[in-house]
């Protein structure tokens, strides 16, 4: 036999076709070799050792970092691996927390799967001492570091598919973990929330966080009536804790279910998602006609959402003003509901069933509540949603379909599809193409836009008029985006970003999969859906035209814009007011605050503190000026910066702020 | 670009004209060791002293230095750190040892002006009595060969040009404008060079895979995070020849064709990190460094680069990620540096010592290199020796010697715990430190060598040589090693980070006697699968002290378990508290200070300790002045 192009693997010879690395090869040969940080989107760790085989000629070696080579003879399961092997897993068993019944990651815990597999029957070693406190701080996820097995996934996820690295290691040896910079909580540093280190989490060390106990109390409160929207991607996931396929539609029997858990009228996102096609499809054409504030991006994504006001304040003007369809489902229902259920506005609890964790986090922003309280009061996950069926015990394949409620129950497929990368431009172009032509038009499908691909670029002409869309994935990729349109070296029109890679379906509230067909099997669970509907286009959804006729008013009108949009503000990375280093006194007139964060101070700005600290003195405006340190105006690359009142200067030196002292103090004293 | 060449000739010779000016020259040792016991003191004595006398002292030799009487110079190590401070004085040779300040006036009215040596200064060895006027009949120097710590000690390190003067960088220049990149990287590769850094993989190949690759930039790295405890060798290079260092990496780099190189020096080493600034600037004011070497048409910049306080990043993989201001933590190999190093680019990562070791091979040839060392492994190797010696200290011996001339011609031999001579005394010496394992009786016949030491379990190693006497626990041993590596590891990988853990642990369980016999099959088992499994070399011979001490005093281990005894007395939780009658007169000192009230006893008659009562606290054997209690 050639072996040129062979590996020989177990004595079975297996083709080389592009592997990557043996261990895809041995996965090929239908061999599941075990893995905690392995992940095929992220970079190669090496780290957790189980991926190991033994070569003839190299002897012990993960597969994951070795290349196959023509020849080898390679071993997976030997008495010397398997032993090792188990004793990896009773390493890392002996230093995570026991309480597995527990722990909300029990049905998907790959540490507890593998120590299964593996025949792990006892642990040999101490186990840890002492508990790490949780991090709670925000509304969208929970970290316990007592579960955390070190394989680095999320870390790699947040900075290679992300490109926030909220999350790193810190300290060295057994002391090692994972955390935020400085050992701060989640919600004092630069996290969106997307949650894909909890999805890529093997243990329970990353979770979404839970509300399945307030949304129980709100059903079992007699004064409440609890209506509740399912997002688009829900329902060809859910089914997927329930043994079906990724990708299988099980809208009918969702409502069923929810029907049964006691909600008392069950809506749909997408109708919501219909709406905000109708809007953002306007505001995108106001502005191309308008030729400002383009490239218009989306704003359906609200880790997006907070990734851009984090990192693009200079791009916010072209964030889509639209809220996002949960939202714009919020604040209609408790705008609208009231009166169409009979029901007092405090009494109506708004549920959203998303795939998604910054979903929990947006529904708290202040902007999406008014004194009432807020437009969605909880949010659950698909996760979450899964596991009140299970625990009310609903045997959900069994369940016979029922119908989703009007009005806000109906959608088009243009709504649905907004749960997979490439479905709300779809959805856009379905409405902007009859808007710019005036001509009805029968074939919707804009097949050029779909696709998994990280960043597409695309251009479509609608009559008379060319567009040229991006539509991105992954934060890492938006941000490259970003970098393109600051260099000024593109004329995007229209960007679509979704934090998650693959969009809403691939959202880190799913069902945990680490199975690599399933984000195509979920989209095109949606793309199936929305053909099976009767309707594909936003504009002829027959509800939204009725909701803008008797509540909304105008697209884009004013009370549409009340209801359905919104703003944007830069969130400064650095929450600390820095401190004065003078002595406190009474309030003073003037404040000058001189960055010392790393870049300023590497820049110098410790000697320009005590120069001006010294001027201060030497003048005797103790009482007038009050010198204070700071920590980050953003622009560490214009360093050293100084702010003197309103005026910030960058490349500061001391004749710069002695001069702007002098000319704001003689302006003081002129008014 | 020719003319703005530097001329080497021309400043050595200027060197040597001001230098032959004056007659005498005194060297005081400002290495690490002898710095912490004083010798910049020394220093400002001797100079107070000779300019008390209206003798005229060069400290600084100047171009336009037209003579004077004594020239005064601080070194890097002398190496006979056991001794210091040191003091030389040339032209004789006289080394005088643990010098003080107030033996200024002694060298300067006997030596200097009456030119005959301090006889109260001069070293005597105390096995013998003998004394030894000049450096090189003391036996510690007599049994050495040093060749890379040649000018180490000898000269100014921080002067340029006495190092030009000594045919410094002359090698440098052949390989810039005589020799070809291919030509050097088989120069190296003849000589049987091998990595100083532990591994001892050949330099030459090393070199010869970096050249293969094409790439547009390629970088040269010397790792000087040397870490282990107890190792300073390249430490005292760095301090005592930095410009040494530097020409190794400048021939490096052409061998290699990069122009571009890191020197990343641990931040623990401030004099080190001091010198080779100063060095570097030097070379670069001097025109060594910079653009068009030597007239070359090749340019050549080095970076110092202070280490992150991480043992971990001694490993070439941990140690680029640092310099790009990653966490330092190694990734897996391949690829590897010569193909994808710092910043992904081509890179050869060589410890001092290697680096230090080039261009002498450059000068005399590869031949010549040869003639020292064993076939397999030629050379010289510098080790610190440290521990139960009579002679500690900075050394360099060809490849090939034994361990019992090191111990005991050089070393002087083992000491007692009284730091007495005990000429029965060894125990093992642990070599190659955390990395590495021990050598025992067996093995003081064996000459050393990179493949002779691997066979018995432990490796050369960058140089650590730690001597151990009898009272020495094993077990502890393996226990102060365990706890290093456990520390150090970096925590990414699941063996080393969880594995040593655990080792430790076990460990703990021996010492504690708390061990049973699963605990020692469990220690073997996990040190197995640390050792195959980890990710780099730090995790892959951290188990290498556990299962060296248990190759060679697997009874030790046993005792501590079946028997619960220390047989070298030393693990106190095994110890079982004694009044020695014959010791004890019964003066109670301790049974009033015992907190516990354990010892019970008459006045004036020999007391008695409630094993079972007492904590160890170990404040009655404090308390007695008889030395009467044990096992406390």
Request: aromatic share 6%; net charge neutral; glycine share 10%.
């Amino acid at each position: 036999m050639n072996n040129g192009t062979r590996v020989q693997i177990d004595g079975r010879d297996i083709r080389i076709e592009g592997e990557r690395n043996l261990l895809e090869l041995i996965r090929k040969a239908n061999i599941d070799l075990p893995t905690f940080c392995y992940h095929s989107d992220l970079s190669i760790y090496g780290a957790c050792r189980l991926c190991i085989v033994d070569i003839e000629g190299m002897g012990v070696v993960t597969s994951c970092t070795t290349l196959p080579k023509p020849g080898m003879k390679v071993k997976t399961n030997t008495a010397q691996l398997r032993s090792m092997r188990k004793m990896y897993l009773e390493l890392l068993l002996a230093n995570h927390h026991q309480g597995c019944a527990t722990c909300v990651k029990n049905d998907g815990c790959k540490l507890n799967e593998l120590a299964m597999r593996m025949g792990v029957t006892e642990v040999r070693f101490q186990p840890a001492q002492g508990a790490k406190p949780l991090d709670t701080s925000n509304p969208s996820l929970v970290r316990d570091p007592n579960k955390c097995i070190l394989c680095g996934d999320c870390v790699r996820a947040c900075h290679e598919i992300q490109g926030v690295g909220a999350i790193d290691f810190a300290y060295r040896g057994a002391a090692t973990t994972v955390a935020p910079a400085f050992g701060k909580d989640l919600s004092e540093v630069d996290c969106v929330y997307c949650g894909l280190c909890a999805s890529v989490c093997p243990t329970g060390a990353i979770t979404p966080k839970l509300q399945i106990d307030q949304v129980w109390d709100a059903l079992s409160n007699e004064k409440k009536t609890v209506v509740v929207q399912i997002a688009p991607a829900v329902r060809v996931a859910l089914g997927e804790m329930f043994g079906l396929e990724p990708g299988v539609v099980t809208t009918g029997k969702i409502v069923a279910a929810l029907k049964m858990l006691g909600f008392d009228k069950v809506y749909d996102t997408s109708f919501a998602a219909d709406l905000t096609v109708l809007e953002e499809a306007n505001e995108f054409l106001m502005r191309k006609t308008q030729g400002e504030r383009l490239p218009q991006f989306t704003s359906c994504c609200p880790a997006w959402v907070k990734y851009a006001e984090q990192y693009c304040s200079d791009l916010l003007p072209n964030v889509s003003t639209c809220r996002s369809p949960q939202q714009m489902f919020g604040s209609l229902a408790k705008a609208t509901l009231p009166k169409m259920l009979n029901v007092a506005r405090e009494d109506l609890v708004v549920v959203s069933i998303m795939p998604c964790t910054a979903k929990k986090f947006e529904a708290q922003r202040p902007e999406f509540r008014t004194a009432a309280g807020p437009d969605v009061d909880f949010v659950l996950t698909t996760q979450e949603f899964g596991k009140m069926i299970r625990q009310a015990g609903i045997q959900f394949n069994n369940l016979t379909p029922e119908s989703l409620d009007l009005p806000l129950g109906f959608k088009t497929g243009a709504g649905v599809i907004f749960g997979t990368t490439g479905g709300v431009s779809e959805a856009v172009l379905r409405y902007a193409h009859e808007k710019l032509t005036g001509v009805r038009v029968d074939n919707v499908d804009f097949s050029e836009v779909r696709g998994m691909q990280g960043t597409r670029v695309k251009q479509i002409k609608l009559g008379e008029v060319d567009l040229k869309l991006a539509i991105v994935h992954g934060l890492k990729n938006a941000k490259a985006v970003v970098e393109e349109i600051r260099a000024g070296t593109c004329d995007y029109d229209f960007i679509e970003v979704m934090a998650c890679p693959g969009g809403c379906i691939a959202g880190a509230g799913q069902p945990v999969s680490f199975e690599s067909d399933t984000k195509q099997l979920r989209a095109q669970g949606l793309y199936d859906c929305d053909k099976t509907l009767q309707l594909h286009k936003s504009q002829e959804n027959p509800y939204v035209a009725k909701c803008y006729e008797t509540t909304l008013g105008e697209i884009g009108g004013h009370c549409a814009h009340e209801l359905l949009h919104t703003g944007y503000k830069s969130r400064k990375r650095v929450a600390d007011e820095g401190f004065s280093v003078l002595e406190p006194g009474a309030a003073k007139a003037l404040e000058i605050s001189v960055c010392v964060g790393t870049s300023c101070y590497l820049r110098g700005s410790q000697q320009l503190l005590q120069k001006l600290v010294g001027h201060v003195k030497d003048r005797d405006l103790e009482d007038t000026v009050d010198v204070r340190a700071t920590f980050c105006f953003e622009a560490c690359d214009k360093g050293p910066s100084l702010k003197i009142g309103d005026t910030l200067i960058h490349h500061c030196t001391f004749d710069m702020v002695r001069a702007e002292l002098e000319s704001q103090l003689a302006g003081s004293v002129a008014s | 670009m020719i003319e703005q060449a530097v001329n080497l000739e021309a400043v050595g010779r200027r060197y040597k004209e001001a230098r032959a000016a004056i007659a005498r020259r005194v060297i005081v040792c400002a290495g690490t060791g002898c710095v912490a016991n004083g010798s910049l003191k020394v220093f400002a004595a001797l100079k107070n002293e000779i300019e008390g006398r209206d003798l005229e002292v060069v400290v600084e030799l100047g171009h336009d230095c037209d003579g004077g009487d004594v020239l005064l110079s601080k070194s890097g190590c002398q190496g006979f750190c056991q001794a210091g401070p040191l003091v030389t004085i040339e032209p004789e040779g006289y080394l005088y040892v643990h010098v003080k300040p107030e033996d200024a006036k002694d060298i300067v009215e006997q030596t200097l002006i009456g030119n005959r040596p301090v006889n109260r200064l001069v070293y005597k060895d105390p096995a013998t009595g003998n004394s030894f006027e000049k450096t090189h009949d003391v036996p510690f120097y007599k049994r050495q060969r040093r060749e890379v710590l040649g000018d180490c000690g000898n000269i100014d390190p921080e002067d340029i040009r006495e190092y030009i003067a000594r045919d410094g960088y002359e090698a440098a220049r052949r390989a810039y404008t005589q020799m070809k990149p291919q030509q050097i990287c088989e120069e190296i590769s003849a000589s049987g060079l091998r990595g100083r850094g532990g591994g001892g993989f050949p330099t030459g190949k090393k070199w010869t895979l970096t050249l293969a690759e094409k790439s547009d930039k390629k970088y040269v790295i010397c790792n000087g995070d040397e870490g282990d405890p107890g190792a300073f060798m390249d430490r005292s290079l760095m301090e005592g020849n930095p410009h040494g260092v530097i020409e190794g990496i400048m021939i490096a780099a052409r061998a290699i064709e990069a122009d571009e190189a890191y020197i990343y020096v641990r931040a623990e080493y401030p004099l080190a990190v001091q010198r080779i600034r100063k060095a570097v600037a030097d070379a670069e004011e001097a025109g060594i460094l910079g653009q068009g070497v030597f007239g070359s048409r090749h340019n050549m910049l080095c970076h110092v680069m202070e280490g992150a306080g991480a043992f971990v990043c001694g490993e070439e993989t941990a140690l680029m990620a640092s310099i790009e201001g990653l966490r330092g933590m190694p990734r897996p190999k391949p690829p590897f540096p010569a193909q994808s190093g710092l910043w992904g680019k081509p890179t050869v990562i060589n410890n001092v010592e290697t680096l230090g070791s080039v261009p002498m091979i450059i000068l005399q040839g590869s031949h010549n290199y040869r003639a020292l060392g064993t076939p397999n492994s030629p050379g010289t190797k510098t080790f610190a020796l440290t521990g139960h010696v009579v002679n500690t200290g900075l050394i360099e011996v060809p490849f090939g010697t034994t361990l019992r001339e090191i111990i005991f011609d050089i070393g002087g031999g083992v000491i007692d715990k009284a730091g007495q001579i005990d000429s029965d005394g060894f125990k093992a010496v642990q070599i190659g430190g955390p990395s590495g394992g021990c050598l025992v009786e067996e093995h003081l016949d064996l000459p050393i060598d990179f493949d002779s030491v691997k066979k018995t379990g432990a490796i050369v190693g960058s140089g650590g040589l730690v001597v151990m006497n009898c009272d020495t626990c094993m077990v502890q041993v393996a226990h102060f090693f365990m706890r290093f590596t456990q520390n150090e590891s970096c925590g990414k990988c699941v063996p080393c980070r969880e594995g040593t853990k655990q080792m430790l642990a076990l460990l703990d369980e021996v010492i504690q006697g708390r061990g049973t016999v699963r605990t020692l099959e469990l220690l073997g088992q996990l040190a197995v699968a640390v050792q195959i499994g980890s990710l780099c070399g730090l995790g892959k011979t951290a188990p290498n002290p556990v299962l060296s001490t248990l190759r060679y005093f697997r009874s030790e281990y046993e005792a501590h378990i079946f028997q619960k005894r220390c047989p070298a007395g030393q693990c106190k939780a095994l110890a079982i508290p004694e009044i020695i009658a014959e010791r004890c007169k019964g003066c109670g000192a301790c049974l009033r200070k015992c907190p516990v009230g354990a010892i019970t006893g008459e006045k004036k008659a020999p007391h008695r300790i409630d094993a079972k009562a007492c904590i160890k606290c170990g404040t009655c054997a404090q308390a007695c002045k008889f030395n009467a209690i044990v096992g406390v």
